[in-house]
């Protein structure tokens, strides 16, 4: 099963946007809507690069 910590995901944003970001239970990802970017979670841990990113 998925999941991230909730606290975790009240304190990240994007470092694009700097605005909240939403996680995709179905891709394991971190959204954020502003930027248009899926950013990944390997192994519970987010990847908050710009360049490892995916676009939406």
């Known amino acids: 099963m998925n999941s991230i910590d909730k606290k975790l995901?009240?304190?990240?944003?994007?470092?694009n946007s700097k605005k909240?970001?939403?996680?995709n239970e179905e891709t394991n990802e971190l959204v954020c809507k502003e930027s248009g970017l899926a950013y990944p979670i390997k192994d519970?841990?987010?990847?908050?690069?710009?360049?490892?990113?995916?676009k939406i």
């Not at 519970?44 to 995916?54: D, S, V």
Request: with cysteine; glycine share 4%.
């Open 20 to 23: 909240p970001l939403t996680f």
């Open 44 to 54: 519970g841990i987010p990847i908050m690069l710009p360049e490892k990113a995916r």
């Open 9 to 15: 995901l009240e304190i990240l944003v994007c470092p």
